[in-house]
């Protein structure tokens, strides 16, 4: 299994940035996939879930501002997000979870900065 995140980088309070996962070795469609992030100093969180059929779910910091999708035929998931804040500075990572304990698979991040 392996993911990899794009779309990391440095942008003004308000402004937009689009992460994209390329999802390869999983039959993609059947898995549920999340975004985490984790700032300096903290816990990684979760930031946005979407199952295989598109019900999504997000953190109350980031509803109404960011959105979660997926392309079940390109076994891609992005995340837009809108109205970035100095807050939301995070290596943001994504995640995918199969039916035993041990099929956690993370992709290596990418770094989002909100910096004026």
């Known amino acids: 299994v392996q993911l990899v995140e794009s779309g990391g980088g440095l942008v003004q309070p308000g402004g937009s940035l689009k992460l994209s996962c390329a999802a390869s070795g999983i039959a993609f469609s059947t898995h549920a996939m999340g975004w985490y992030r984790q700032a300096p100093g903290k816990e990684r969180e979760l930031v946005a879930i979407?199952?295989?059929?598109?019900?999504?779910g997000y953190a109350d910091s980031v509803k109404g501002r960011f959105t979660i999708s997926r392309d079940n035929a390109r076994s891609t998931a992005d995340l837009q997000m809108n109205n970035l804040k100095p807050e939301d500075t995070a290596v943001y990572y994504c995640?995918?979870?199969?039916?035993?304990?041990?099929?956690?698979?993370w992709g290596p991040g990418t770094q989002v900065t909100v910096s004026s």
């Open positions: 979407i199952t295989g059929v598109g019900d999504s």
């Open positions: 995640n995918t979870k199969g039916a035993l304990p041990w099929q956690n698979y």
